[in-house]
C-alpha cells in the first residue's frame, strides 16, 4: 500500500496561512459588517500584524514545514512540536523544537498539522486551551477530533482564545447550528485546505508514478506497509518471472 504523502502540502500550507492572516486582519469581519452595515469606524475592526509574532506548529511534517517556511518569510519566530522527530530534526526544518506545553503558553497563534491517532484525539482540550496565551489565535487544517470542539466554543465565547480558523471538523460538514459556526471570531471551512486543482494534480501524478513505478519492478517510494515487501516480491516473480528491486 502506498500513498501520496506532501502531495497537497504547499495547498493546504498556503490555506493555514490564509486563516491566519484573515484572523489576524480581521477580513472576514470587515467583509460580513459591510454587508450588513454602515456607519462603523474602520478602527473598529483594527487587526494586528503577524510579522514577529511566535507561531507555534504541532506536528512538522510535509505540511508543517511548509508552514514554518512561509511564516519565516513573514518573519515570524517559529516553534513546533512533533514527537516522532529529533530536535535536531525540528530544527532543519525550520522551527525551534518545544514540548507541547511550552508551544502553547508561548506561541502568538497555534496551528495543528498533525495526524489523527490515539494519542492526538482530544489532546487540545480545555486544559490545553488555557495553556494558550489570552488573544491568541487557534488554527487547525489537521483533522476533526484533535480539538474539543465544545472547549473551543468555551474558550473563544471568555475571549480567552482570541479567534479560530477552522478547516476541520468532528462532524463534516458541521450542522447549520454548530455553536462555532455562531461566532464572528470563527474563520470555517470544509476541508478544503487540500482541495486545489493543483494539489490533486500533483496527488493522482504520484499515485500514478508509483503504480507504474512497481508494475516496473521498482519498490515505490512512499511504501507505508513494508513489512508486506518480501511477500509481494515472491508473488510478482511467480506472476511475471522477474523479481523486483529492492
Known amino acids: 500500500m502506498v500513498n501520496q504523502a506532501g502531495g497537497n502540502a504547499n495547498s493546504v500550507a498556503e490555506h493555514a496561512f490564509g486563516l491566519m492572516l484573515a484572523l489576524s486582519r480581521r477580513i472576514i469581519e470587515c467583509d460580513r459588517r459591510l454587508r450588513r452595515e454602515q456607519g462603523f469606524a ?33 518573519g ?8 516522532y522527530l529529533t530536535e535536531e530534526e525540528i530544527g532543519r526544518r525550520g522551527a525551534t523544537s518545544v514540548a507541547l506545553e511550552d508551544l502553547l503558553a508561548r506561541s502568538d497563534i497555534v ?24 488573544g ?11 480539538h ?20 476541520v471538523w468532528e ?8 455553536p462555532l459556526l455562531q461566532l464572528d471570531s470563527v474563520i470555517a471551512s470544509f476541508h478544503t485546505a ?11 501524478a504520484i499515485a500514478a508514478e508509483q503504480i507504474v513505478g512497481t508494475l516496473k519492478g521498482g519498490r515505490p517510494p512512499r511504501l ?19 523479481k523486483p528491486e529492492g
Open 148 to 167: 474539543d470542539e465544545t472547549a473551543l466554543f468555551d474558550a473563544l465565547r471568555s475571549g480567552h482564545v482570541g479567534g479560530a480558523g477552522l478547516d
Open 194 to 204: 487540500g482541495v486545489t486543482h493543483e494539489a490533486r494534480r500533483n496527488m493522482a
Open 111 to 134: 496551528s495543528l498539522h498533525c495526524p489523527r491517532a490515539q494519542d492526538t484525539v482530544g489532546m487540545i482540550d480545555a486544559r490545553a486551551l488555557q495553556r494558550m496565551k489570552r
Open 136 to 146: 491568541a489565535l487557534f488554527i487547525t487544517t489537521a483533522r476533526g477530533g484533535i
Open 42 to 74: 474602520r478602527e473598529d475592526l483594527m487587526g494586528h500584524e503577524i510579522g514577529g509574532k511566535v507561531l507555534g506548529i504541532v506536528g512538522i511534517g510535509h505540511v508543517g514545514t511548509r508552514v514554518a517556511t512561509l511564516a519565516h518569510a513573514f
Open 76 to 83: 515570524m519566530s517559529v516553534l513546533a512540536t512533533d514527537p
Open 171 to 178: 462532524r463534516e460538514p458541521p450542522p447549520l447550528e454548530h
Open 224 to 242: 507505508i506497509n513494508p513489512e508486506v515487501w518480501p511477500e509481494y516480491c515472491a508473488r510478482f516473480e511467480r506472476i511475471l518471472g522477474v
